[in-house]
């Protein structure tokens, strides 16, 4: 799975775009885009290839806001 998810991304952030050779030392993660307490999925559709700081910047709330409120998910936009 893991490198299903690495291949589509094409070795790159699929937030930011980085490419992985930039930073060899820290190797990216796959990360659910939703997290799985907030309903995310362990399919390829629902994992993301992720640098540190894309991750770490993400967090693991993506989907809600500071009050505790959902977002609409009617604005996602898909990654790339």
Known sequence: LRAVVRSRA???????RMPQ????????HVEH???RQHGGT????GLALACDRS???KGPNHWL????AVHDKS????LP
């Not at 094409?10 to 930011?16: K, L, R």
């Not at 604005?75 to 898909?78: A, G, N, R, T, Y």
Request: negative net charge; hydrophobic residues 30%.
């Open 33 to 35: 885009i939703v997290s």
């Open 10 to 16: 094409g070795n790159a952030c699929e937030y930011c």
């Open 42 to 45: 362990g399919d390829p559709g």
């Open 75 to 78: 604005h996602q936009v898909p």
């Open 65 to 68: 806001n500071f009050s505790g």
């Open 21 to 28: 050779e930039a930073t060899p030392l820290i190797p990216f």
């Open 55 to 57: 991750n770490a910047y």
